[in-house]
């Protein structure tokens, strides 16, 4: 019998929600248990555009041994999450015990931040590249090691299959990419 893999995903008001959501209901479709963590210190959350999400627990002490992934969607949202500096604290935790983390659009920042991405190819939304000069925004998903980043909204779905090749497999993304015909 598979272990199940697990996820934690850190959200803060101000997410964007097809980033969220995308990658969030792919993983689940997968098999992963995604905990939604709120960092804002309520169970509710809004998105950018006024969508809200109920988290499954508010952000506390967790341990990268208790999950195979860090998920950091964007958004303006992202800017209170740096303030806050848990995320990267998370982050940090993640790459150094060798697991995944994946940070789209804004929240590559984030990553930035916890001192991971020297030497790490990454991408990012183009509004956060003032910060991260070394982006590489050709590329809609860009993987260096365990770290997987993608620019923004656009390429949600593309991020989200690669999170399943990499947490699961190939074949598992192919499966679930098959049934919501992409």
Do not use: W, Y
């Not at 995604?34 to 309520?42: D, M, T, Y």
């Not at 627990?57 to 800017?79: C, N, Q, R, W, Y």
């Not at 789209?104 to 183009?126: K, M, N, Y």
């Not at 860009?142 to 997987?148: A, P």
Request: net charge negative.
């Amino acid at each position: 019998m598979a272990i199940q893999k697990r996820v934690l995903c850190v959200l803060g008001d101000g997410f964007e929600e097809i980033e969220t959501v995308t990658p969030i209901d792919l993983l689940r479709r997968a098999g992963a248990d995604v905990v939604i963590a709120s960092a804002n210190g309520s169970f509710q959350l809004e998105g950018r555009s006024g969508i809200h999400i109920h988290a499954d627990e508010i952000l506390a002490k967790h341990s990268a041994f208790e999950f195979d992934m860090l998920l950091l969607p964007g958004g303006p949202g992202v800017t209170d999450l740096r303030t806050d500096g848990r995320a990267a604290k998370l982050a940090k935790e993640f790459f150094d015990h060798g697991k995944f983390v994946a940070a789209i659009c804004a929240a590559p920042l984030i990553l930035l931040d916890a001192g991971i991405l020297e030497h790490i190819r990454h991408t990012c939304h183009s509004s956060a590249t003032s910060e991260l000069f070394s982006a590489n925004t050709e590329e809609k998903v860009v993987e260096d090691g365990r770290v997987i980043t993608s620019r923004g909204a656009g390429t949600s779905l593309d991020f989200s299959l690669t999170l399943l090749r990499r947490l699961f497999s190939p074949e598992k993304a192919d499966e679930i990419a098959a049934a919501i015909m992409a």
